[in-house]
């Protein structure tokens, strides 16, 4: 994806430095103020592929340990460090967005501007809108207003904004990318030289996925005082209202590594001694094989979907993070073999070759909903929308119509309705609904906090890692959980005075701004 693309957008280095090393690049473009002669629709397919590529899955590669999605089969070397929280300043997803993703997005932006083509400025503010949520979701306070603007001088000690006021200028651009996507004084389609691989030029989804991501931010702020159930429903209202909606794109197969899905072609996944994840977690299966609220028994159709069954078996099961294989299946010491287990990489409809990466989803909108109309007290409307969001997902992985009723109609016999009536119960369903609809994507870490890692609400299997780092977390407290991610080195070194206390101790404690009262 990052190599076949460089023509498009490695010109820019010169003047992306926030995370990387003046030397190395101020002499790659010696004019900062001019971001690039290349025309906007030329740069569309850039702007959308590094956001995925080199920033959301660079922000979820070591996440996805966290959320307890992929388990490591060794309990020594370096990757099990992302499931037992052994993070330190060399953690790359500042980089990659501020080095790749967001020059790509603001330059498109601007472009649109010159150009009178205000649609790739809506196109471009809502890429940027989506890396600042998913810079701030991981860090907390970020560089933004004193970020590269394609037009000024680049600020190499920019100060950072705190999260509050991050969140409300997420919410101001993509206002501005609404409005923008309305005006009807365009000079040149998006799709143009067909570089808008999600949506073909079609403006009304671009718009809609504006929407989408002002819902999901909005509800990101469910212990905030400001929460505001009707904006939320209003916005979903507005977002992606049918199948065929997503934010995503196909990746391709047997084209260039980096063409492929990541977790399907590089990055360690598909080592054959020791993958950067080995097999899913016992959680992520207990999530398919049960009920939330009662803990009932019940295979969810999309488990043969998105992993395969043991080899020696054909059944599934998984590990406990950090415990490996030595562990045994949800650390019960029982199978202890690599047959015993279905692989992580390249194991069904997440982490194929072509499986889309999707930024945002319809059943993740509809969920949205769901809990904003929970919230509200709306408890009819709040299953409605659940029950579309789950199904929709099902649809888009390709279970058939009838597994779907057969699923939905054991869910009612098992007291859904009933469970709606209470709030918690209601958002264990939502929850975990979100858990599966969203496999690997970093939007469930900030379900799990917003959630504070409730087994009310994920159920009994969600318990920390083994092994768990007890430098910095109580390894006698069970509610003591991983909340943030530190800054790297380059921008610890260079920005200091800016970045602050980066010591592993108080930034992976340190609960977010949205996720205190």
Known sequence: MIKSLAKIYLPLLGVLLFSVSCSDYLDVNSDPNNPS??????????AITTANGAAQWRGT????????????????????NAETWRFTASYFLWQNAYTWALPNAVDLAVLGEKEGSPHFVGAGKVLQAFLYGLLTDQYGAIVMSEGYDGVSQVKLTPKMDDQQTVYQNIDKLLDEAIVAFENPNNKTPLNFSGGDIMYQGDVEKWKRLAWS?????????????TYDAQKIIEACTKGFNADGMDAEFAYLAGAQQTDENPFASWGGFTS???????????FFVDLLTKFPVTEAAFVDPRIHKIMKPAASDGQYRGLKPGMGLAGGQGGTGQFTKEADYGPFSKSGFYTNATSPFPFITYSEVKLIEAEAQLRAGDAAKALVAYEEGVKANMRKLGVSATDIAAYWTAQQADGLAA?????????????????ISQCLNPETWVDMRRMDYSQAIYGPSLTRPANINTVVFDANDENDWIQAMVY?????????DNVGDNSEKYRLRTPLWWNQP
């Open 419 to 435: 469970h709606f009536n209470d709030k918690t119960k209601g958002l264990s369903h939502i929850m975990r609904q979100k858990y």
């Open 61 to 80: 590669r070591e996440i996805t340990g966290v959320m307890q999605y992929g388990v490591t089969k060794n309990t020594t070397g370096s990757n099990r």
């Open 488 to 496: 790297e080195t380059n921008e610890q070194n260079r920005n200091p």
């Open 213 to 225: 991501l002002k819902a999901r931010y909005l509800n990101h702020l469910s212990k905030k005082s």
């Open 37 to 46: 002669q290349v025309p906007a629709h030329s740069r569309l397919v850039g």
């Open 272 to 282: 054959t001694t020791d993958p950067r994840y080995f097999t899913y977690s016992q």
